[in-house]
């Protein structure tokens, strides 16, 4: 069974950092595009880093350049986002999604399997 389950969420202070994990099974991450999602209340689900070709390709949506990093230990079949100066509209559920099946990998609608998701909550 194909499944991913995301970890590491939180309540953290502005300015702060979280590592959000996003364990794989069912299939192998090194040969396998992973991507990061998430939706804050009353907001579409928002496409924000993707990682491919075993971690050699990543790439980040300019809302969360230059804070968001992600990364994979193929070894662990685990992606992460590393989140760093988080702000308080960075609070939102966070999604990792995988299979997908062509088209805008920002695309939510392109991905056949999601997780729960992990609460990220940015605040004093």
């Known amino acids: 069974e194909v499944q991913v389950v995301e970890s590491g969420g939180g309540l953290v202070q502005p300015g702060g950092s979280l590592r959000l994990s996003c364990a794989a099974s069912?299939?192998?991450?090194?040969?396998?595009?992973v991507s990061w999602f998430r939706q804050a209340p009353g907001k579409e689900r928002e496409g924000i880093a993707i990682i491919s070709t075993g971690g050699r390709n990543t790439y980040i949506a300019d809302s969360v350049k230059g804070r968001f990093t992600v990364s994979q230990d193929n070894a662990k079949s685990t992606v992460y986002l590393q989140m760093n100066s988080l702000k308080v509209e960075d609070t939102a559920m966070y999604y990792c999604?995988?299979?997908?099946?062509?088209?805008?990998?920002?695309?939510?609608?392109?991905?056949?399997?999601w997780g729960q998701g992990t609460q990220v909550t940015v605040s004093s």
């Open positions: 069912g299939f192998t991450v090194s040969s396998a595009l």
């Open positions: 999604a995988s299979d997908w099946r062509g088209g805008s990998v920002y695309g939510a609608n392109n991905y056949r399997n």
